[in-house]
T-cell receptor, first 113, second 111 residues
């Protein structure tokens, strides 16, 4: 079992560009959540996807959008990148909407110059 | 959302027990108390969760105060691999909620 995988591992973009991050959930999991973790801070919840729909959203602007595919994998898109978007982006999966156990991927480190 | 308060950092000697406290005085009656930890350069990993009773698993024990306004994560014998940031998170068992990690407690284990 590969667990939660994310790609790419690192990414460098410039202000104003757009970025797409990808996540494959753990086998048997159908729910994917995305988090942003700035340096020295705890992860901040962006949104959660279940049955290909966004079910819950944190306090993030509309520049942050996502998608879930029929195979339960997910993408996080960020438009019009700002310097402040530089962070570690984490994906977590779980079976159904339960919060009993979230499995996290290793994250994608995004640097915006 | 329930607010949590944890010490910024703690130290422990290797092979000694560690008690990591968390205050969650505004927790609702249906919120479970979840603990996650994040090792350096890794994503968070689940440690344990509980509602009212004390809970044990192979990684740790969770002691929950009778009034549920605080809890303590207990590592019975700290190892160097336990050096991580530990997060206490009140969560309902269902979905449709915003998860707040907070800043957690950074545990340093001294050889």
């Amino acid at each position: 079992d590969a667990g939660v995988t994310q790609s790419p591992t690192h990414l460098i973009k410039t202000r104003g560009q757009q970025v797409t991050l990808r996540c494959s959930p753990k086998s048997g999991h159908d729910t994917v959540s995305w988090y942003q973790q700035a340096l020295g801070q705890g992860p901040q919840f962006i949104f959660q996807y279940y049955e290909e729909e966004e079910r819950q959203r944190g306090n993030f602007p509309d520049r942050f959008s996502g998608h879930q595919f029929p195979n339960y994998s997910s993408e996080l898109n960020v438009n019009a990148l700002l310097l402040g978007d530089s962070a570690l982006y984490l994906c977590a999966s779980s079976p159904g909407l339960t919060w009993e156990t979230q499995y996290f991927g290793p994250g994608t480190r995004l640097l915006v110059l | 959302d329930a607010k949590t308060t944890q010490p910024n950092s703690m130290e422990s000697n290797e092979e000694e027990p560690v008690h990591l406290p968390c205050n969650h005085s505004t927790i609702s009656g249906t919120d479970y108390i979840h603990w996650y930890r994040q090792l350096p350069s890794q994503g968070p990993e689940y440690v344990i969760h509980g509602l009212t009773s004390n809970v044990n698993n192979r990684m740790a024990s969770l002691a929950i105060a009778e009034d549920r306004k605080s809890s303590t994560l207990i590592l019975h014998r700290a190892t160097l691999r336990d050096a991580a940031v530990y997060y206490c998170i009140p969560l309902n068992s269902g979905g449709y909620q915003k998860v707040t990690f907070g800043t957690g407690t950074k545990l340093q284990v001294i050889p």
